[in-house]
Nanobody
């Protein structure tokens, strides 16, 4: 059973940066595509970014393109989300998710394993 643990969330001022980490255990990390999603209060969970099994292909939501960077280190069983130029509308709980197979999708229902989430709050 794959277990995912996110870390790195916190409170930051608008324009600042945070780096989220997603540590995986209980599975072969490189066999999974990885995605990051977020959920703000009163809103549905939304796709943020995803990366394929090797890290060679990535995809971003339009709202974060050019500001966020997703990456992974298969040797460390860890994925990352570097968030720059943060805006108050980025405030949400951020979740990492794994999907069996090499390629990513943007739908949350496509993912098999989820972390518990980490809170990101951006003040104006």
């Amino acid at each position: 059973q794959v277990q995912l643990v996110e870390s790195g969330g916190g409170l930051v001022q608008a324009g600042g940066s945070l780096r989220l980490s997603c540590a995986a255990s209980g599975g072969t990390f490189r066999r999974y595509a990885m995605g990051w999603f977020r959920q703000a209060p009163g809103k549905e969970r939304e796709f943020v970014a995803a990366v394929n099994w090797s890290g060679g292909s990535t995809y971003y939501a339009d709202s974060v393109k050019g500001r966020f960077t997703i990456s992974r280190d298969n040797a460390k069983n860890t994925g990352y989300l570097q968030m720059n130029s943060l805006k108050p509308e980025d405030t949400a709980v951020y979740y990492c998710a794994f999907r069996r197979g090499n390629w990513y999708y943007t739908g949350a229902y496509e993912y098999d394993y989820w972390g518990q989430g980490t809170q990101v709050t951006v003040s104006s």
